[in-house]
């Protein structure tokens, strides 16, 4: 638990300009993998899509990570259509807190009404996602596409998995809240910039 710990502790401080892969302009399944893993508001928001899945949805563990892929392609779709999204950095950056936010008031016996809400929040970031990371794209655009979402699946995987993990420790409450509370942080230092 204690490697856990560290590994969100050391992503959550990350800076925000390690968003870019660094080599050239982004094209092709490697840039599009290395993306989402290499810059902290990515990192941060698709970790706690997986978490707020974990800690909140029982049975239906994959629906937050599929509201979230599927408007991360709606959102590249838009950005490849030439339709701006004004904003969409700041957008990001809330994100993180927003679903910090989502994973540290989630209860499995939540409201319907306060899940579908959820879910209608993530897939709007995921639209800003997608759009920005499909933004910096060119050349095999298309490869780029399945590389990130390929990375963000891994990274709702792992939000899950350390939910379920809480899930199991006497401590979970005190965990859960130090991990959404990080993630609040982290969204609002990402915000001020």
Do not use: N
Request: with cysteine; charged share 10%; glycine share 14%.
């Amino acid at each position: 638990m204690r490697k856990y710990l560290l590994a969100g502790a050391l992503a959550a401080l990350a800076g925000p300009a390690l968003a870019h892969t660094g080599q050239g302009a982004p094209s092709g399944l490697m840039h599009g993998m290395l993306h989402p893993v290499t810059g902290a508001d990515h990192l941060l928001a698709m970790l706690a899509v997986g978490l707020w899945s974990g800690l909140a949805l029982r049975r239906r563990v994959w629906a937050g990570a599929a509201a979230f892929m599927g408007a991360m392609i709606a959102g590249a779709a838009l950005s490849w259509a030439g339709m701006p999204l004004p904003g969409v950095e700041g957008m990001i950056a809330a994100s993180v807190a927003v679903f910090g936010l989502l994973a540290l008031l989630a209860r499995q016996d939540q409201p319907r009404w306060l899940t579908g809400g959820a879910l209608a929040a993530i897939a709007l970031f995921g639209i800003c996602h997608g759009h920005a990371h499909a933004s910096e794209a060119s050349g095999a655009a298309l490869a780029y596409l399945a590389g990130f979402l390929l990375s963000t699946a891994a990274l709702h995987l792992i939000g899950i998995a350390l939910a379920r993990g809480l899930s199991d420790l006497r401590a979970a409450r005190m965990l859960r809240s130090a991990a959404g509370g990080t993630l609040v942080a982290s969204g609002a230092w990402l915000l001020a910039g």
